[in-house]
């Protein structure tokens, strides 16, 4: 399966906003910890698969 990297960070930042945005209208405050945890997932999860695209990639080439 082929990920677009920027397609990908651009919907988990898009997520972010709305989990953010849904978590101040029920629970009536801002999260900055719950942001910040958010924000670092979004970020490891491409960081993970613009890694295993790099392998899948280097693998082929060899």
Same mark, same amino acid.
Do not use: H, N
């Given at each position: 399966?082929?990920? &677009?990297? *920027?397609n990908?960070? =651009? *919907? /988990?930042?898009? /997520? @972010?906003? @709305? ?8 629970? *009536?405050?801002? &999260? $900055?910890? *719950?942001? @910040? =945890? &958010? =924000?670092f $997932? +979004?970020?490891?999860i491409?960081?993970? @698969? ?7 990639? +280097?693998?082929? &080439?060899?």
């Open positions: 399966m082929k990920y &677009s990297l *920027g990908l960070l =651009i *919907g /988990g930042f898009v /997520g @972010i906003l @709305i989990v953010t945005f849904a978590e101040y209208l029920f629970y *009536g405050e801002f &999260s $900055t910890r *719950g942001l @910040i =945890i &958010s =924000i $997932t +979004v970020l490891l491409y960081l993970a @698969i613009f890694i295993f695209q790099y392998q899948k990639k +280097v693998k082929k &080439s060899d």
